[in-house]
T-cell receptor, first 115, second 112 residues
């Protein structure tokens, strides 16, 4: 199966620390899409980013940044200067080249940011 | 603009009863997805529709599960008869032409 693996199951940091969540994926597609979603304690799934496999530029959005390394099939997510409100479960996901179909999710990384 | 709307938010039922979950996608979106989230299996796709037509239902657990999308603004996921192992959070998501999927708040189903 072309799965998505999130290396860390749980991470605990102290506020203001930087933290990186690792994601490794498998795919036979030449074109595909990668995603990160956040699931806070309230339970909803919040879209964070979508990345095309042809675009290997790193992306920064405020305190969030993403590092896409096609050579190692990784799409890692870094939070800089973490805050308590960042505490959540974060999911990495992959979508196949059809671009209309399902997301394959990793098992999630639970991030706890302590004050 | 309203996001994806799901109802009910919580459902408690007894084994053997029929359960119907409802979803209203974001207006203008042409793809709709039903996912299930459990501790054991994580997030998994059950079925998705493009332009109201079911495209991939390979994730539907068994014949007890059925889904319909009679029009672009409404979909249902039905479980009949329900079993305790169906207890999970069921998410509906929608997207426009395969772009990012936006999720509803989910329905937490408990089957006793």
């Amino acid at each position: 199966a072309q799965k998505v693996t999130q290396v860390q199951t749980e991470i605990s940091v102290v506020e203001k620390e930087d933290v990186t969540l690792d994601c490794v994926y498998e795919t036979r597609d030449t074109t595909y899409y990668l995603f990160w979603y956040k699931q806070p304690p309230s339970g909803e799934l919040v879209f964070l980013i979508r990345r095309n496999s042809f675009d290997e530029q790193n992306e920064i959005s405020g305190r969030y940044s993403w590092n896409f390394q096609k050579s190692t099939s990784s799409f890692n997510f870094t939070i800089t200067a973490s805050q308590v409100v960042d505490s959540a479960v974060y999911f990495c996901a992959r979508q196949g080249s059809s671009n209309t179909g399902k997301l394959i999710f990793g098992q999630g990384t639970t991030l706890q940011v302590k004050p | 603009d309203a996001g994806v709307i799901q109802s009910p938010r919580h459902e408690v039922t007894e084994m053997g009863q029929e359960v119907t979950l409802r979803c209203k996608p974001i207006s203008g979106h042409n793809s709709l997805f039903w996912y299930r989230q459990t501790m054991m299996r994580g997030l998994e796709l059950l079925i998705y529709f493009n332009n109201n037509v079911p495209i991939d239902d390979s994730g539907m657990p068994e014949d007890r599960f059925s889904a319909k999308m009679p029009n672009a603004s409404f979909s249902t996921l039905k479980i009949q008869p329900s079993e305790p192992r169906d207890s999970a959070v069921y998410f509906c998501a929608s997207s426009l032409r395969g772009n990012e999927q936006f999720f509803g708040p989910g329905t937490r189903l408990t089957v006793l």
